[in-house]
């Protein structure tokens, strides 16, 4: 039986009233299956599903689920249901779960916690939304310079079941100051009675308050299992997983994505996301182009008298809209990146102006001469030559402002992504037309 056809038979013994067929179905497939179906299938029959699913098995699906699938559990099976389920997963996946579901609900979940479990919570939603705290584990297994490899390595096994991670062990003093980590390979493979001091390595770690996306791309980068995560005090608070980072990484990537082609990202499915919620992903984008292509309207309508004297203007019109908005859009996704990478900071917005002005500089003698080329045999030498400094004018012009704007979102605290690709093509196109009728009306007399 393929993947494609597991929620379709599910369905079938749902018609037919088989729980125990589908309860039966559903153990013979492995967990990541199982959450791939769980995902798949509508809330209502994923909730039948779920129900069936062993309490092991469940927990380790529900784990994997995306949280607006586990919302959708939630208000399926009732807060009830799912409270033994949550007591089971980590610290940063309930705060996961509880962003996402509305407060009364919330309230009613946090209500099961009880003890070092609702301690461990209250740690992690005590810091801003967005930030690596919300995202980090604080149950992890430490050690102290003074103890020696058997004792840490007695810990991790006790501990193992509760703590997120155990191959990578922060070393911190009695007052929890973060002084270094040592992986659980080099205290295997050490001595049962040398001091971790002797095998410990300096930290790479992160404040709690830093933002998460950051922060994962620098847990990515540097290839840590788990990075320590502080208070602004360099007091240890918790770990940031790679399996996490990964995910926070990846989920940055999908909404910069949905966010560069002028929509919100979709937080469950495409095929289980209603058209309201695709509607809404997108209608924000294109009201804010429709205002914004005014001033192209606004533009063609200044320059209407120009159009009527040389009518070939038009004709030129969406190459150069075209080229303009592609420079501005490259040079933005370019920034993006390196922003996204840590090439570049919001500071550096001078030296990466002059950079996209000179790129834009020689793209448009390049492209212009082209033109020139092109045009001057069917429409005179003086239309190339239109042609040819609008484009040496745009290019640099549309590459500067393409380059500049994400670092100006940046510095004012706002997702460069949300500068989105049609957002510049749009305005790229008003500044180039009016570079362009300008250009013509000086160099063609009109």
Known sequence: MTITEEPRQIRARMSAGDLAGIAQTLRELPTVEIVDLLEDLPPREAAVAFRVLPKQIAVAAFDQLRTATQADLV????????????????????????????????????????????????????????????????????????????????????????????????????????????????????????????????????????????????????????????????RLVGLLTIDDAARISQAAAVEDQARAGASEPLRRPYLRTSVRSVTRSRIVWLLVLAVSAILTVNVLELFEATLEQRVALALFIPLLTGIGGNTGSQAATTVTRALAMGDIRA????????????????????????????????????????????????????????????????????????????????????????????????????
């Open 347 to 446: 500071r550096d917005v001078f030296r990466v102006a002059s950079k996209e002005a000179r790129t834009g500089l020689l793209l448009g003698g390049n492209l212009g001469l082209l033109g020139l080329l092109l045009a001057s045999p069917f429409y005179g030498t003086e239309f190339g030559a239109v042609i040819a400094v609008t484009l040496l004018t745009v290019c640099p012009l549309a590459a500067t402002v393409g380059g500049v704007m994400p670092l100006v979102a940046k510095a004012c605290r706002v997702d460069p992504a949300v500068f989105s690709t049609p957002f510049i093509s749009t305005f790229c196109d008003a500044t180039g037309l009016l570079v362009y009728f300008t250009v013509a009306t000086l160099m063609l007399g009109l």
């Open 75 to 234: 208000a399926e099976l009732g807060h009830g249901q799912v409270a033994d389920i949550f007591t089971e997963l980590d610290p940063d996946d309930q705060v996961g779960l509880l962003d996402e579901l509305p407060a009364r609900v919330a309230k009613e979940l946090l209500r099961s916690l009880h003890g070092e479990d609702l301690q461990a919570a209250m740690v992690v939603l005590g810091y801003p939304q967005g930030s690596v705290g919300r995202r980090m584990s604080p149950e992890y297994v430490h050690a102290r310079p003074a103890e020696t490899a058997a004792t840490v390595i007695d810990r991790a096994t006790v501990l193992a079941a509760v703590s997120e991670t155990i191959y990578t062990i922060p070393v911190i003093s009695h007052d929890r100051a973060l002084l270094g980590v040592v992986s659980l390979r080099e205290l295997l493979a050490a001595e049962g009675d040398r001091e971790v001091a002797e095998l410990m390595s300096p930290a790479i770690g992160a404040r709690a308050t830093e933002d998460a996306e950051e922060v994962a791309r620098r847990c990515l980068g540097h290839g840590i299992l788990a990075m320590p995560i502080t208070d602004d005090e360099n």
